[in-house]
């Protein structure tokens, strides 16, 4: 609830978008922690002395920084919460805010732009032209789309709405999770290696942490296998990536269309310079619209439990 004597005070963990951390700054006393001289020697002196916290998915959020502000609230900006202690801020009291749903179009989007860039070598067949190779040599085959098998690992908000434009190209579609999904009305494969040995393409939209940490292993890519498309717009620590860059290197699968990766924003260089791997800087969410709206929530949700005591979107 919103302290009746003073403005809310609030710790921002990282850098944040400039809209975001601009209109934060017009409504609440905004300290930004990462500007600190010595960030840890600011949360020991600063526990208890804040209304809330705002991060960002890839900034998380420790139990010393809830130890911060205990009994409120921390936004977070993104629909991964994976790297936020969850069992810290319920020691603390904290309630958590995500921000689903607004960014599910847009990352599906993008995932069905790397199925269709990745297959049909389309940032290779740009090169070719812009580097003038058109007039004196034809661009190879590449790989049809419609008609083919896609496989889904994580069937959320984001893997459905995979599956909505999947359905547009007339492909075949099955899924891999934790259980089926009551009314889904797509098959439902348990085993991930039997999955990736079905699909065309498997694209990951998963959440990320410890459960599904390197989920993809060498043997879900070598059941892939040569003529088979991974793609993951969900969190790169979903993949193996050592193995994933031999299995690229060796043939062993037919390529990769990557938006994340598990140590950003580096990536392996073995996955670089490679027509049948299109390698994206964690984008998919990364438009005007999309981006509006995550911030707009994210201020709804701190707006929502200063008058209410109550966030909109708590972590699902």
């Given at each position: 609830?919103?302290?009746?004597?003073?403005?809310?005070?609030?710790?921002?963990?990282?850098?944040?978008?400039?809209?975001?951390?601009?209109?934060?700054?017009?409504?609440?006393?905004?300290?930004?922690?990462?500007?600190?001289?010595?960030?840890?020697?600011?949360?020991?002196?600063?526990?208890?002395?804040?209304?809330?916290?705002?991060?960002?998915?890839?900034?998380?959020?420790?139990?010393?920084?809830?130890?911060?502000?205990?009994?409120?609230?921390?936004?977070?900006?993104?629909?991964?919460?994976?790297?936020?202690?969850?069992?810290?801020?319920?020691?603390?009291?904290?309630?958590?805010?995500?921000?689903?749903?607004?960014?599910?179009?847009?990352?599906?989007?993008?995932?069905?732009?790397?199925?269709?860039?990745?297959?049909?070598?389309?940032?290779?067949?740009?090169?070719?032209?812009?580097?003038?190779?058109?007039?004196?040599?034809?661009?190879?085959?590449?790989?049809?789309?419609?008609?083919?098998?896609?496989?889904?690992?994580?069937?959320?908000?984001?893997?459905?709405?995979?599956a909505r434009r999947a359905s547009g190209f007339d492909m075949a579609l099955r899924y891999h999770g934790r259980a089926p999904k009551p009314g889904a009305g797509l098959e439902f494969e348990p085993d991930l290696g039997a999955l990736a040995r079905w699909s065309d393409f498997l694209?990951?939209?998963?959440?990320?942490?410890?459960?599904?940490?390197?989920?993809?292993?060498?043997?879900?890519?070598?059941?892939?296998?040569?003529?088979?498309?991974?793609?993951?717009?969900?969190?790169?620590?979903?993949?193996?990536?050592?193995?994933?860059?031999?299995?690229?290197?060796?043939?062993?699968?037919?390529?990769?269309?990557?938006?994340?990766?598990?140590?950003?924003?580096?990536?392996?260089?073995?996955?670089?310079?490679?027509?049948?791997?299109?390698?994206?800087?964690?984008?998919?969410?990364?438009?005007?619209?999309?981006?509006?709206?995550?911030?707009?929530?994210?201020?709804?949700?701190?707006?929502?439990?200063?008058?209410?005591?109550?966030?909109?979107?708590?972590?699902?």
């Open positions: 609830m919103h302290p009746p004597d003073r403005p809310c005070r609030l710790l921002a963990i990282g850098p944040l978008p400039p809209g975001l951390h601009a209109s934060l700054r017009e409504r609440y006393q905004l300290v930004a922690l990462w500007e600190q001289p010595d960030p840890g020697a600011y949360l020991r002196e600063h526990r208890g002395r804040f209304d809330g916290g705002v991060t960002m998915s890839r900034h998380g959020c420790t139990d010393a920084m809830f130890a911060c502000f205990p009994g409120g609230v921390l936004g977070c900006f993104g629909v991964g919460y994976e790297s936020v202690d969850l069992e810290a801020a319920r020691r603390h009291r904290v309630q958590v805010s995500t921000t689903p749903d607004v960014l599910n179009d847009c990352v599906a989007d993008l995932a069905f732009a790397l199925v269709l860039a990745v297959a049909r070598q389309i940032p290779a067949a740009d090169r070719h032209v812009q580097a003038g190779r058109w007039p004196t040599a034809a661009y190879p085959l590449a790989t049809r789309v419609s008609g083919k098998r896609l496989g889904i690992v994580g069937l959320g908000r984001i893997g459905q709405a995979i694209v990951l939209s998963c959440p990320g942490g410890a459960a599904t940490r390197r989920l993809v292993s060498a043997g879900v890519l070598d059941a892939l296998g040569p003529e088979g498309y991974l793609i993951n717009i969900s969190r790169g620590s979903v993949v193996d990536e050592a193995a994933l860059a031999q299995a690229i290197a060796q043939g062993r699968i037919a390529g990769a269309g990557l938006d994340v990766y598990a140590d950003e924003p580096k990536v392996p260089a073995a996955l670089l310079g490679r027509d049948n791997v299109v390698t994206l800087p964690h984008i998919a969410a990364s438009t005007r619209e999309t981006r509006h709206a995550m911030e707009r929530l994210v201020l709804d949700n701190l707006h929502a439990y200063f008058e209410t005591g109550a966030v909109l979107t708590p972590p699902a």
